[in-house]
């Protein structure tokens, strides 16, 4: 008798690559594997980086980029896309265009990259409104931290009720669910706000996850691997809030088993993560 296994979620991370592994495709790859997804990738940028910031940013061209996209997407097929670091107007416009002639739509987490956790700009100025036009509205979800939320915002948030209603006001402009990620501030808990738009007879909604926060300089691709771990659990067919959920627990499991490496913010333990259900 033979057994067919069941197929892993495809999914495909559109980001830039981190030399030092700790961040972008690597930290993606390694995230969509542990959470048992099958990782395809389109190379956005190659970058000279390490736990002590950016040393250089080498873009790709940006029709290149979107060759990388309908490689995978025409052959191997997709479940669920990931979006990192774009890093300029010519690739942003290429992958929207090529996320645009998908023939069946499949959940799109963007987490929209703008600037590193050593503070290096990863989104040229102009770009970032290009991205808002073309590739928000594309988007099932958006994972901005706090310094992007003020970006996007134009304007300080300095409390939690401030960060919902940017938040909020981000999700009903482009009809996208919005996770206003609270790791930049100075409070001793970390809170998410997840933010859903009114649809059709629906309100508007809010959900929020709460953890302690854990002292550490290891958190080099916490973006990274939280969104590529929402959108491999949005490809195993979880519910938007379930997936935050899990994927929260493996990125704070991630830190707590950080290897150690590196002289700044060092890497997660990838490798080391086992989520229960």
């Known amino acids: 008798m033979t057994i067919k296994a069941k197929k892993p979620p495809r999914i495909l991370s559109i980001a830039g690559s981190d030399s030092s592994g700790g961040a972008g495709i690597q930290a993606d790859i390694k995230t969509i594997a542990m959470l ?11 970058t000279a980086q390490n736990s002590i910031g950016v040393q250089g ?21 997709v479940d669920a896309i990931k979006i990192g670091m774009l890093q300029n107007v010519d690739i942003i416009t290429c992958v929207a265009g090529a996320l645009e002639a998908l023939q069946t739509p ?19 100025d102009y770009a970032a409104d290009v991205m808002r036009e073309r590739l928000f509205p594309l988007a099932t979800l958006l994972t901005p931290n706090l310094p992007e939320l003020e970006l996007l915002a134009g304007r300080e948030l300095r409390d939690t009720r401030l960060a919902h209603d940017a938040a909020l006001e981000l999700a009903e402009s482009y009809g996208s669910q919005v996770l206003a990620k609270g790791g930049h501030t100075q409070d001793e808990q970390v809170i998410d706000l997840l933010v859903t738009p009114a649809r059709g007879d629906a309100g508007a909604k809010m959900a929020s996850f709460t953890d302690s926060r854990i002292d550490t300089r290891h958190t080099h691709g916490t973006g990274c691997t939280l969104s590529s771990a929402i959108a491999t659990l949005l490809g195993h067919g979880q519910s938007m809030e379930h997936a935050v959920r899990l994927a929260r627990r493996f990125v704070r499991e991630g830190i707590l088993k950080a290897p150690g490496f590196g002289e700044g913010a060092g890497p997660l333990g990838h490798h080391a993560v086992r989520l229960a259900d």
């Open 57 to 77: 940013i080498a873009p790709m061209e940006g029709e290149f980029v979107a060759r990388q996209v309908s490689s995978c997407v025409n052959d191997i097929g």
């Open 106 to 124: 499949v959940p799109i987490v963007l987490d929209p990259v703008m600037v590193a956790t050593s503070g290096a700009r990863l989104l040229q």
């Open 36 to 46: 048992g997804g099958y990782a395809m990738t389109a190379i956005t940028a190659v």
